[in-house]
Every structure is written in C-alpha cells, then in structure tokens.
C-alpha cells in the first residue's frame, strides 16, 4: 500500500507492507486523516519526543531511525475484521476510534509508531472494541474531526470554566479553536481570541468569539477590564466592597511555544488562571516570582477521555459545534509532505485533512 512516510527526518511518499490484523483487530481502509500540530512537532523532534516518552514511561512505539508513518484524527471504512473479533462491523461501515491499538504485547498509540501505520496511509488497523461508528449523514471530513475537538472538550472540561470566568483563547489553531466551539457549545462566554493570522482570527469568530484580537495591533490584555477583571488586588477590594461584581480571568494558551505561558504570566491579572492546552516540545524557561507573586495558576492538559471523545462525535453528528468550519483543504498522499510544510510557515492553513484515496 501508499503511506506518507517519516524516514530519515523528512516525509517521503513510498509504498509498504499492508497491515494484518491481530486478535481484537480490525483492517480499515483509511477515509480521511487531519494532520495535527503534534504531528509537525513529531517530524521535526522525533528523537527529543522518544526520549521524553521513554522517560515518562510513555506507551508510543516509534524508534530512532525508523519509519514512521503519522496521523491519528482519522475516519476510516471498515474492510476486514480480524480474529477474535465479533464482526459487529461489517464491510463499509465508516468508523472512528480513540488512536490507540489494543496489541498482544500492549497498547500502541497510533500514529506515534514504526510498528503499525498511522492515518497518512491507505489501510491502517484499528481495535474493535474501541471503534465508533460514524453516525448517519455526518460526512467522513466531519468525522475526522472528532478528535481534534475532544481535545477541545478535554481542555473545558479540565479549566475548569465558570460562569463568572472571563475567558482568553491565545492561539486560534485547530486546539484554540475547538477550545472557542466548545465553550460556546456549553454557553460560556464571553471569549476574547487572539492571534496573528487573519484567516485564523476569521475562524474564531465564526466559532464564535465575542472578541477577537490582533496582537501586532494590540495587546489582548488590554481586554480584561472591559471584561469585568480587576486590573489589581486593590481594585477586586474596592469593587468587592461596593457590591460590584467581578470575573476571573481564566486563559487557554493554545500556542506551545517556548516563552508563551511566562509572557502570558507577566502581561496576565493576578489569580489567572493559565490552561496550557499548547505542546511545548522544547525546554522552556519560567519566572516563578512573577507567577508567585501574582498567584498564577498553571494547569496543563493531554488529549481527552473515551467519554469526551464519543461526546464529541455526537456534538459534530448533532451540529452543536461549528467546528467544521476549522478545515481548510483536502489533499492528497502525494501533496502531503508539501501540506507539512505549508502549515508551518502559512498561517492562513488551519486543519487540513489527508484523503489517501484523493
Ligand atoms: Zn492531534
């Protein structure tokens, strides 16, 4: 079969070995497969991302010097079931599942492993017991974006958001984004996005943000008295005394880069709160007076729960998120490589989705 291949540093197009399945196992013939920021994060830190993994004790398979074929945001067609299944999914039904293969020797994360494919391919395995299927009339496109959102879900959940919060959602990314569609699924608001790009900035509004920032034009914390945050500790007394009533700001850092959650903590209220959605694949540097000071709450989030994963499967099935409007073209297995990069240098690109059949 045709895979998007990482070998040697860089993505190559190149035919493999299909896989078989194992007990438990299911073969399916890739739909669709989003290409996710880890996954650029992935090809360019691939030893720094095994090493941290192995530290932690982590269950992703990829080796050094190894292929590696990514993508794990798929929507897949059922082909073949393996043994030791039940067959309660026959032959063409579309299905999603959390990236995980349940193996004989354990759990591998799909798309992080040179033992099994990942979503850049055009047949991948999945496990029966933990596949979804797509429900009537949501397309395949759709679908595939039911993990990226659970990661949105994950991430509101976690905060931990209230209704007197002011909200911030710095990054309007595939993970800021579905931060703002999943707060506004729930009600929550008002959002303050902010970002660079304005096709990004374009995106967060129509997912609903109430405000959406420019940071080369102004700073968003600029924001929070508008917003009801008081700008000291002396103002939240006075405002307390006289009856007023205030909000806590509470910010989800959707970037990952080196230096946002301390910039974010110095220009912040004190009592932020800090929701670090983003993956920082590198060492980054903290001030902890500045956070000590201020008291500035740092939470940081991984991925979603199977709960919050079938939660967000409905929600697209059920349009109760606009979260499709995230995607900003389809491609090929061939124009994949050349997608990689597009995403890291155009900002105007959001989520684009592999179609290995395209
Ligand atoms: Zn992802």
Redesign the pocket.
Known sequence: MRAVIRRHGALVVDHMAAPVPAAGQVLCKTLVC?I????LHALDHYDHMIDMTAQMGGFSHMKKGADTVFG??FCCEVLESGPGTDGRFKPGTRVVSTPGLITPDGFEAVGYSSRIPGGFAETMLLSEMLMLEVPNGLSSEHAALT??LA?GEHAVIKAGVEADHALMVVGCG?VGLAVIACLKARGLGPIVACDYSPERRAAAQAMGADQVIDPAQSSPHDSWAALGVPGSRAEGVVAAAQGKSVRRPLIFECVGAPGVVQALASAAPAGTRILVAGVCMETDRIEPLVLITKEIELRYVLGYTAEEFAASLRNLAEGVTGYAGVITSVVSLDETPQAFTQLQTDKSQIKILVAPGK
């Open positions: 989003g996710c920021g880890s996954d794990h945001e993990e990226p990661v595939p």
